[in-house]
């Protein structure tokens, strides 16, 4: 079974610029979840899809992040425009269901702006 | 919201000897805390699980013990080896908001 794959593994931008993360969940996955690392931190929760919806989007930490999962499959992440403090690893995950069930991480797409 | 806080922030040992990271959370209402591994340019990988109807769970050389009234839960990694070394990260959450919330994470470094 494939697992998570996150597009790209890395990319630099700079400041005001844009970019746009992409997330394929496992297959049959109806839960996908955004998570951000910032350097030295912990990973912190940004974003929560069931299926097409959003569930949570409590996470977001601010307008200039934008999720899409249109047709319940792949999401994507859009930063526009970036700042500096935008720079860390962004990991996607999924699950197969709602309740505390485990969730499967991508490898992540570095960010770095400057 | 919850809040885990995870210690210690680094763990040196050697080779054969145990190694032991607890976390604390604050909310009562969790009920499933997930462990993750992430080898350096990795991904985060689920190495072990406890519920909240469960006081601990094995799975060969690792184990996962949790205390609700304390709120705390640790991983134990007997018989420790050089790849081991990874940094590690404990989880909470509650069955009903299923996003995780994770500790800052442990480095552990087992030497040879």
């Known amino acids: 079974e494939a697992g998570v794959t996150q597009f790209p593994s890395h990319s630099v931008i700079e400041k005001g610029q844009t970019v746009t993360l992409r997330c394929d969940p496992i297959?049959?996955?109806?839960?996908l979840y955004w998570y951000r690392r910032v350097m030295g931190k912990e990973i912190k929760f940004l974003l929560h899809?069931?299926?097409?919806?959003?569930?949570?989007e409590s996470g977001m930490p601010n307008n200039r992040f934008l999720a899409e999962r249109t047709g319940g499959t792949y999401s994507t992440l859009k930063v526009q425009p970036a700042e500096l403090e935008d720079s860390g690893v962004y990991f996607c995950a999924s699950s197969p269901n709602l309740s505390g069930s485990a969730q499967y991480f991508g490898p992540g797409t570095r960010l770095t702006v400057l | 919201g919850e809040n885990v806080e995870q210690h210690p922030s680094t763990l040196s040992v050697q080779e054969g000897d145990s190694a032991v990271i607890k976390c604390t959370y604050s909310?009562?209402?969790?009920?499933?805390f997930p462990w993750y591994k992430q080898e350096l340019g990795k991904r985060p990988q689920l190495i072990i699980d406890?519920?909240?109807?469960?006081g601990e769970k094995k799975d060969q050389r690792i184990a996962v013990t949790l205390n609700k009234t304390a709120k705390h839960f640790s991983l134990h990694i007997t018989e420790t080896q050089p790849e081991d070394s990874a940094v590690y990260f404990c989880a909470a959450s509650n069955s009903g908001y299923s996003t995780l919330t994770f500790g800052k994470g442990t480095m552990l470094l087992v030497s040879p």
């Open positions: 406890i519920r909240s109807n469960v």
């Open positions: 909310d009562s209402a969790s009920n499933y």
């Open positions: 899809f069931v299926k097409e919806s959003k569930q949570d």
């Open positions: 297959s049959g996955h109806d839960n």
